[in-house]
């Protein structure tokens, strides 16, 4: 794995070899950590964007093997397709029409689901207002009051993924408060008999439960244990009921500037 | 094509949609429209699944991405902008991205503990894979390959349809660290450039 400060640097050279990951990126070749940060740019580089459509309808022409998958897979897909509710547009809706339009719509996209999460922020603060009495209810670290510290903390810093499909997560950390709340939108149900669950990366690179997702496409969920010091957020995939370390590569990295 | 019957289990036959049924397919597919989406399988099947047993090799394993992969489409249909590509294009690039993810994460547990039963499982795909089909495109694509250097070549295969992240690819053509992500970048777009992909 590379390492995952080096974004923080900032600067011309970092964007520079950001370009330069396109063609990895259209064919799946960065590492996780990689690739979080190119899709950080690619919210932001319209010329990336274009070129690697463009890349990726080009390698789509090599994917010329024709295999039929046996015929159960389609009964299963289909089967599997009603008990799945297709999302809604990112935008309004708009038919698809010239490039500038796209554009727009593009951004309106990205703007909707900033305040989308804005919005869930709001709710989640609203809630823990209007229920005083959850506040002081215990100290299950999952109390909606530790949450409303970090994500309004004044020290809180916000680390955001957008995914290819349309889905994104957002983790807020409060060093001061010592958590991390992560918020997401749109995310996919973990597979059947999976279960996304998060992790605090340890300034020495282990990596330390953080709590199971649920199976919703919206959550604001504070993360379990200490994230005062901690580099990195991660999700994994693990089977029903979580492991006791990461048995996969993480599906998402939300590297945690120092 | 009739959605009473569907394309001999996904194999196309001469009729089979063009890009703009494959994308209207979509869109009604994203509408919950549950015949348009049986016939979008059944025009893509073969290629996305093609592509995914490329990559990922194991059969049992492959079927499970493609599946994977279809419940993805169905639920992210709406997110599929015409602008930005051709529908089967967004498709391959779903099920690539899951495959390669599936590989990966493979990878991963079998640092931790021995899977033995991926790598006795593996290939055999070769033998079936082959009805690698003679269309036009893919002579196109054969011919414009051709014009890559052979580090090109290899380095865009060996990404796309190896699975391989470039630090791999890196190691495995004996080139300096960082260098195979630029050699597969100038492929892809010597490869766009020849075949005329683009606006």
């Given amino acids: 794995m590379t390492d995952h400060t080096q974004h923080s640097d900032g600067g011309d050279q970092v964007s520079a070899d950001l370009h330069g990951l396109s063609g990895a990126y259209a064919v799946d070749a960065l590492d ?38 046996p015929p159960a897979l389609r009964d299963a897909v289909l089967a599997g397709i009603e008990t799945v509710r297709p999302l809604p547009p990112a935008t309004g809706g708009d038919a698809p029409t010239d490039h500038r339009r796209a554009r727009r719509r593009w951004r309106s996209g990205r703007t909707l689901l900033v305040a989308a999460a804005v919005v869930l922020i709001a709710l989640a603060v609203g809630t823990a207002w209007l229920r005083p009495w959850a506040e002081d209810g215990g100290d299950t670290i999952a109390t909606p009051s530790t949450t409303e510290r970090v994500l309004e903390a004044d020290d809180a810093t916000r680390v955001r993924q957008d995914f290819p499909d349309g889905s994104s997560a957002t983790v807020v950390l409060s060093r001061n408060e010592g958590h991390a709340v992560i918020v997401t939108e749109d995310m996919a149900n973990a597979p059947a008999g999976r279960v996304y669950q998060l992790w605090l990366e340890t300034p020495e690179g282990s990596m330390l439960s953080a709590g199971l997702m649920p199976d919703d496409p919206d959550t604001t969920l504070l993360l379990e244990g200490d994230a005062a010091e901690a580099t990195a957020v991660g999700i994994t995939v693990e089977p029903d009921g979580g492991s006791k370390e990461p048995t996969t590569d993480p599906i998402a990295l939300f590297p945690l500037e120092a | 094509m009739d959605p009473a019957r569907p394309g001999l289990d996904g194999v196309p036959d001469p009729g089979a949609p063009s890009g703009a049924d494959l994308a209207a397919l979509l869109n009604r597919s994203a509408r919950g429209d ?29 079927e499970e991405v493609t599946q994977e992969t279809y419940l993805e489409v169905w639920r992210t249909a709406s997110r599929y902008d015409a602008d930005r590509g051709s529908a089967l294009s967004w498709l391959l690039t779903i099920g690539h991205r899951k495959a390669v993810d599936r590989v990966r994460s493979a990878e991963a547990a079998s640092r931790r503990e021995t899977t033995y039963h991926q790598r006795n499982q593996a290939v055999e795909h070769d033998v079936t894979a082959d009805a690698a089909h003679a269309s036009l495109e893919a002579k196109r694509v054969r011919t414009a390959l051709a014009d890559l250097t052979e580090i090109q070549r290899e380095a865009v295969e060996l990404a796309y349809l190896g699975g391989y992240t470039h630090t791999e690819v890196a190691a495995l053509l004996d080139l300096p660290v960082g260098t195979a992500k630029t050699r597969i970048r100038d492929g892809l777009i010597r490869l766009r450039d020849a075949i005329g992909v683009g606006r």
Avoid at chain 2, 37 to 61: I, N
């Fill in chain 2, 34 to 62: 549950r015949d348009a989406f049986a016939r979008l399988y059944d025009a893509t099947a073969a290629r996305v699944h093609g592509l995914v047993l490329r990559v990922v090799r194991d059969p049992a394993q492959a």
């Fill in chain 1, 32 to 69: 996780e950590v990689e690739r979080a940060r190119f899709e950080r740019h690619l919210a932001d580089c319209a010329e990336c964007r274009a070129e690697v459509a463009e890349l990726q309808e080009t390698a789509a022409l090599l994917a010329t093997d024709e295999v039929a998958p």
